[in-house]
């Protein structure tokens, strides 16, 4: 069984950074697709950024691309979302998401999904 558990949330001032972390387990995740998503108050939950365990190839949404980036360290089944230059707009309920495959970004096309960790960034 999968399991996802996300870390790293926390009150920041625009323009801090912040590392995000989903520890992983109840899976090799080979042929997985990891990925980060977000919401905000009132709006839908948003693709951020996505990994592919195997080949560690990248996607990034248009906002997150330059600011924020994902990684993966195989050895201890974590995947990182480093966020650079953060803005109000960031401020989210960020997820760390898994899935059977190759990278996607519609969110009922991943079937496993941590608690989420608060990120609000202050002006």
């Known amino acids: 069984q999968v399991e996802l558990v996300e870390s790293g949330g926390s009150l920041v001032q625009a323009g801090d950074s912040l590392r995000l972390s989903c520890a992983a387990s109840?899976?090799?995740?080979?042929?997985?697709?990891m990925a980060w998503f977000r919401q905000a108050p009132g709006k839908e939950r948003e693709f951020v950024s996505a990994?592919?365990?195997?080949?560690?190839?990248?996607w990034d949404a248009d906002f997150a691309r330059g600011r924020f980036s994902i990684s993966r360290d195989v050895a201890d089944s974590m995947v990182y979302l480093q966020m650079n230059s953060l803005k109000s707009e960031d401020t989210a309920v960020y997820y760390c998401?898994?899935?059977?495959?190759?990278?996607?970004?519609?969110?009922?096309?991943?079937?496993?999904w941590g608690q989420g960790t608060q990120v609000t960034v202050s002006s």
């Open positions: 109840g899976s090799t995740f080979r042929d997985y697709a």
């Open positions: 998401a898994a899935r059977p495959g190759a990278i996607v970004t519609e969110v009922h096309l991943y079937y496993n």
């Open positions: 990994i592919s365990w195997r080949s560690g190839g990248t």
